[in-house]
């Protein structure tokens, strides 16, 4: 069975730019979450959606931040324009319900 | 939801049990113990979980006090690929499931 697959693995660009990560979920898992990953910390949850709705965003800065889930399986989490602070990993999990997580391999964000 | 308290950093001989300890003191009756691991560069790994009942599955062994105020992930064998941060999270599995990660322990398997 395929795990969580993000895209791209890695990202550099230039601070002021636009930057997107995408994630596929596990097949059937309904519940989908984007987390930020900075140097020497846990995880901190951004959004979790259930199928296409976001039901926690709380914790999205949402000046800056955006994401979506049209149908209700793949993912975009964007940042338009990224800052210096926004380096860091952008994990993707997904679970049946909220039951257990399982993350992708994240994607590498240096904001230069 | 509740927070956790682990050690930093651990030590740990290829070969021998590592016994990661954790403190969930304010845990609630309905919020199960999960313990994830993260191996550098990738994303966190899901080890095992467990509500009050010891578990053990193909990684480790989950031991839960009798009060449910601490538990211990149990490596039984440790290797050198063992060597990660380790995470213990305490969350419920119904309505807002929200996941709070710790700092974790970083363990050491040293040959």
């Known amino acids: 069975e395929a795990g969580v697959v993000q895209s791209p693995r890695y990202k550099i660009i230039e601070k002021k730019q636009p930057v997107a990560f995408w994630c596929n979920p596990i097949?059937?898992?309904?519940?989908l979450y984007w987390y930020l990953q900075n140097l020497g910390q846990g995880p901190e949850l951004l959004i979790r959606?259930?199928?296409?709705?976001?039901?926690?965003d709380s914790q999205l800065p949402k000046d800056r931040f955006s994401a979506e889930r049209l149908k209700g399986v793949d993912s975009t989490l964007k940042i338009q324009p990224a800052e210096l602070g926004d380096s860091a990993v952008y994990l993707c999990?997904?679970?049946?319900?909220?039951?257990?997580?399982?993350f992708g391999p994240g994607t590498r964000l240096l904001v230069l | 939801d509740a927070k956790t308290t682990q050690p930093p950093s651990m030590d740990c001989a290829e070969g021998r049990a590592a016994n990661l300890p954790c403190n969930h003191s304010?845990?609630?009756?309905?919020?199960?113990v999960y313990w994830y691991r993260q191996i550098h560069s990738q994303g966190p790994q899901y080890i095992i979980h467990?509500?009050?009942n010891n578990e053990t599955n193909e990684m480790a062994s989950l031991i839960i006090t009798e009060d449910r105020k601490s538990s211990t992930l149990i490596l039984p064998h440790a290797t050198l690929r063992d060597t990660a941060v380790y995470y213990c999270?305490?969350?419920?599995?119904?309505?807002?499931?929200?996941?709070?990660f710790g700092a974790g322990t970083r363990l050491f398997v040293k040959a």
């Open positions: 999990a997904s679970s049946a319900g909220g039951e257990t997580q399982y």
């Open positions: 097949s059937g898992h309904n519940t």
């Open positions: 959606y259930e199928n296409e709705e976001a039901v926690d």
């Open positions: 304010t845990i609630s009756g309905n919020e199960y």
């Open positions: 467990g509500l009050k």
């Open positions: 999270i305490v969350r419920r599995n119904t309505g807002g499931f929200k996941t709070i």
